[in-house]
């Protein structure tokens, strides 16, 4: 594996597949990496994480860097390159677009993060300028940051095949994420009730068909100490309310577990209940 800096000419020459991550890899990155080298093109994993996308300068403080275990685990993957970039050479002296998420990117995650997702957009363009990928591959854990990476290469008319990979889970149904190694085991046992409400939210909606959830949860949950921010059901082709022929869906949750923010989400279609 070469660990790189800055994108050079040889890079630029090849077809290439491109995984964003921000380190701290776990097994759903792994997931990812896998699912890239499926595509026979060099894998190029950057890692960098993305001041700009951080509202909460504590969060972006606390967020675990293991570089020398990632180093590791990228290794043992073959991994291609490795693209740790400096700041400057990303945000060269505010010579850069700043890319807007619109009206979407102040909305569920963006209302309680903003400009959260103007930062994701703004990161993820620059990257694209940078490497000029064929395949650049993101998880549906993040699900409204991948719908605002899809509309952003429709409406900038990249050439990219933007592959969405499955969200990897603890055997409790835990989405795995970086900032889960923040959380005590406890935290842990408790994170773990997000998928649940996620499942049984959808299984409500095929009961009821109702799609106003926090309600009924929220005072069952509360009591289990999650405090939950947003539970939603979604259009999952239009990340709006669900319409009259709405064939997917997306239940999106959000909450508060010993401090730390962390979302989920299931999508299904509405056959095949
Ligand atoms: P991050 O390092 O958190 O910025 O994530 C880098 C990429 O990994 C993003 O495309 C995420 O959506 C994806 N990712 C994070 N967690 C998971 C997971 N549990 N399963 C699958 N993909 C994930």
């Not at 606390?62 to 073959?78: Q, R």
């Not at 993101?138 to 969405?164: C, P, R, S, T, W």
């Not at 997000?194 to 109702?210: C, H, I, N, P, R």
């Amino acid at each position: 594996m070469e660990i790189i800096k800055e994108i050079n000419k040889n890079i630029l020459a090849k077809d290439i597949c491109f995984i964003p991550t921000m380190g701290a890899l776990h097994k759903g990155h792994v997931s990812l990496i896998k699912e890239g080298k499926q595509s026979s093109l060099p894998v190029i994993v950057s890692i960098f994480v993305n001041e700009m996308q951080f509202n909460d300068k504590e969060d972006f403080n606390n967020y675990p860097k293991p570089i020398e275990e990632d180093i590791k685990v990228l290794e043992n993957f073959n991994v291609d390159y490795l693209f740790i970039p400096e700041n400057d050479y990303v945000y060269p002296k505010n010579n850069f677009e700043k890319v807007s998420s619109g009206e979407l990117g102040k909305q569920f995650e963006g209302s309680s993060r903003p400009g959260h997702f103007d930062g994701v957009l703004t990161v993820v363009n620059r990257f694209f300028e940078l490497i000029r990928p064929k395949i650049a591959i993101f998880g549906k854990k993040d699900a409204q940051q991948l719908f605002l990476i899809n509309e952003m290469v429709v409406n900038k008319k990249y050439e990219i095949e933007i592959i969405a990979s499955p969200t990897i889970r603890e055997s409790s149904g835990l989405a795995l994420s970086s900032r889960n190694s923040l959380l005590t085991n406890r935290g842990k046992d408790k994170a773990a009730l997000l998928y649940k409400v996620l499942k049984s939210t959808k299984k409500d909606f095929y009961s009821t068909g109702k799609t106003n959830f926090l309600e009924n949860f929220s005072s069952n949950y509360l009591d289990e100490e999650i405090d939950i921010d947003y539970l939603e059901i979604l259009d999952l082709a239009t990340f709006s309310k669900p319409a009259e022929n709405t064939e997917e869906f997306i239940i999106l949750i959000a909450a508060y577990i010993e401090n730390l923010r962390l979302i989920d989400n299931i999508d299904f279609k509405l056959e095949g209940k």
